[in-house]
């Protein structure tokens, strides 16, 4: 059996140091995009668009939401070039500054009653650049991460990935709550949801310096020096690893989970056309509490996966949460506070964690170091870009007055998740194969026994660092 010196990329691993920069990058980043997701869904129906129609002004607000997601494709073929050719961490700072720069601007737009159209359409506008930024963010986080964690952990350290989304999410729910909670509607409506986005100008300098201070990947660098950076490796990603990507762009519509839990269930549950009446502090409570269980779920999916494989926690994960949807929708449609709350937790805070915390690892294994932020940049954000469109969607199949909302909603749910689970059973197993290794459909991994020993060793080794 070859050592693993001969699979694995020489130079320094700064494995701690990158899944820091990692989380803390994703929560920076993912805190602008959900405070979007909850204004949208909670204010921007009365402020940017005409309130003739309120059935209108629902779909279109969470239509913009939507938009940003439209962008995402296109900005993974940029920034996923730029991470293959110019490095993860030149491509993480490039989508840390647009994202905080168009955040903030959202801060200063102006409303629907003031300048009219123009109003929506910068909105629009900011959300597009928004779009374009995160979708290098995952792609580049979760290659960086893997690239620097030693074999047989890849699946846990790359986990805090997605921990730092839960974390931003977390974090743009608790700015929003004591704002909700203690102004006025008026007030709240006025000036108070302006506040969040505002407050990303810090994205924009503690980002820097945090990212600042991690190296290149050693398998980046290794590639440079052999003269194996692609020039193109968007032609290498479709012309070598499409079926791969196809696979990654059905895994990636696990996305309608969060988008049913937060966006369309806030409109469900908040916005009075639909009579469900629960106040907003109320609701705002319902992801920041499955947000918090995730926090501590994703770390021990993670550490799952790197022992019985990345396939099963994706195939169950997809499977069940999408069962909860019906649940979860249900218990909003009786206005059922702590039932809601009950099938968040089970739904997103526990059971979708089994997708949620495994493909940071999982998709980027799937393809090599010359062509990996690439391929994985454009195929998950094709398929997150489909679910994102799905908020407009069930407000349009199952507006305001409309019967069996959970039924209705829950099913194409169920059906999509159903597609993911599908996507994953039909991909090859990678937790086992060396860094070097993967990518290449015919790699064996290491022999189980054989590998169960270098993790041990690799985590006897880590904790004696740590004391």
Same mark, same amino acid.
């Given at each position: 059996m070859a050592g693993s010196g001969d699979h694995e990329p020489s130079g320094t691993h700064q494995t701690r140091k990158a899944t820091a920069s990692g989380w803390i990058g994703s929560a920076l980043e993912y805190y602008d995009f959900f405070i979007y997701a909850s204004a949208a869904a909670l204010v921007f129906p009365q402020i940017f668009f005409p309130s $003739?129609?309120?059935r209108v002004a629902i779909v279109a607000s969470l239509a913009t939401y939507g938009v940003g997601y439209v962008a995402r494709p296109?900005? @993974? &073929?940029?920034l996923g070039h730029w991470g293959d050719t110019h490095g993860r961490k030149t491509v993480l700072l490039v989508c840390m500054f647009l994202m905080g720069f168009s955040t903030m601007a959202v801060g200063f737009l102006p409303t629907y009653r003031q300048v009219g159209l123009l109003a929506p359409a910068l909105l629009v506008l900011f959300r597009l650049i928004q779009g374009f930024a995160v979708a290098g963010e995952i792609s580049g986080a979760s290659s960086m991460i893997l690239e620097h964690a030693p074999f047989g952990r890849r699946g846990y350290f790359a986990s805090?990935? +997605?921990?730092?989304?839960? @974390?931003g999410q977390i974090l743009a729910a608790a700015v929003f709550l004591p704002l909700a909670y203690y102004l006025p509607t008026a @007030? &709240?409506?006025?000036w108070g949801w302006r506040v969040p986005f505002l407050l990303s100008s810090l994205v924009i300098v503690a980002g820097y310096v945090i990212r600042r201070e991690v190296a290149e990947t050693p398998a980046f660098a290794e590639e440079g020096q052999q003269g194996g950076t692609p020039r193109a490796p968007i032609v290498e990603a479709f012309r070598h690893h499409w079926a791969d990507m196809l696979r990654v762009v059905c895994m990636a519509l696990m996305n309608v989970v969060p988008v049913v839990a937060t966006v369309f269930g806030g409109a469900y549950a908040v916005q009075a056309a639909y009579g469900i009446g629960f106040p907003k502090a109320v609701y705002l409570w319902i992801p920041v509490l499955g947000n918090i269980v995730a926090v501590v779920v994703i770390p021990y999916v993670g550490? +799952?996966?790197?022992?019985? $494989?990345r396939r099963p926690p994706i195939i169950l994960g997809a499977l069940a949460s999408g069962a909860l949807s019906f649940g979860y929708l249900y218990a909003i449609s009786i206005a059922s506070v702590p039932l809601a709350v009950v099938m968040s937790l089970l739904m997103w805070g526990i059971i979708y964690q089994g997708y949620n915390a495994v493909f940071p690892s999982f998709f980027p294994e799937l393809f090599p170091t010359r062509a990996r932020v690439t391929a994985m940049a454009i195929a998950q954000n094709t398929g997150t870009t489909i679910t994102a469109l799905l908020p407009? +969607? &069930? %407000?349009?199949v199952a507006p305001p007055g409309s019967a069996n909302v959970p039924l209705t909603? $829950? %099913?194409i749910t169920f059906g999509i998740t159903a597609i993911a689970a599908l996507g994953a059973w039909t991909a090859r197993e990678t937790h086992r194969v060396h860094l070097n290794d993967l990518g290449d459909p015919d790699a064996v991994g290491v022999d189980k026994q054989d590998y169960d020993r270098m993790r041990s060793g690799t985590i006897a080794r880590s904790r004696t660092a740590a004391r």
């Open positions: $003739g129609n309120p296109v900005g @993974a &073929f940029v805090y990935t +997605l921990q730092g989304v839960q @974390a @007030a &709240f409506n006025n550490n +799952l996966s790197d022992r019985i $494989g407009a +969607l &069930f %407000a349009s909603v $829950g %099913a």
